[in-house]
């Protein structure tokens, strides 16, 4: 094998945010919070996605299949960073798929980094963007855009997703994690990550984490900026270890125990702020009279 193939390998895959059982916890207190006409119109937009069966089939949800796919389709976005159906902005172009306006990954949109650095993230931005596409009322524009805007909601409330210290948002920061026995040196943005639990929580349990988040108190409503904002404000206070351990910067009790609870808070404002969006730009009353 060439020498540079080997050292491609061996880099870090890049972050996915929240991990998979993250994004169905989100966009699980999302669906609680929607009206029930706002579900009926997300799950119609969802059953015209291409990928549809394919959350139908993976879903575990014991009531409302539908209810499984809406949480199934908040991870697509990291899933087709590995789908050779799709391809990255320097590769050649792949069939499109019905309805879409291009096959690209898009690995920028799932962050912005630190102030003050030259970014290729445009999370806020791209959020915008998806919502105007959600509130147009064409159907094509909607599909694509539902499974990106469940995603980037929660994407925007991991704090390491709005930057870091120069380190790719913690990407390049190697911390000493006693918590995980099998990977007790991993990335901070790993640890942040993983928080939420493990990835293949679904259906029946995910009940107990989301009675926990559920019961947390609700944090104001807000909009993208003040969402990028808080993210930045604990990005500055607390995300990062600062006890040194035997090699790298330490995960001890009292941080551990930080880091759990500012990331419960995170899904839980997520959750329920997706929820809303949604209802606003979806519900039954239209707010500005539109093309539909
Ligand atoms: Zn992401």
Known sequence: MPLLLVLLLLLPLPAEAWNAAGHRLVAALAWQEMQPQTRERVSALLRQHPDHARWLKRQQEPHDPAYGVFQEASTWPDEIRSDPRF????EPPTPLLPGFPNMLRQTHWHYRDEPGVRSEGEIDTR?????RELASGRAAGQVYALPWLLHLVADLHQPLHTGGRGDRGGNDFEIENPFNPKKPFMSLHAYWDD?????WLRGKYLDEPLRRLAALERAPQGDVALWLEESREWLARQVYPDTPG???PLVTPEFHRRAQAIADAR?????RRLGRWLDQLLGPVPRAAGSR
């Open 87 to 90: 391809h990255d902005a320097d």
């Open 127 to 131: 959020l915008e963007w998806l919502a």
């Open 195 to 199: 928080l939420p639990g493990p990835p």
């Open 246 to 248: 035997t090699l790298l």
């Open 267 to 271: 899904l839980a404002a997520a959750g």
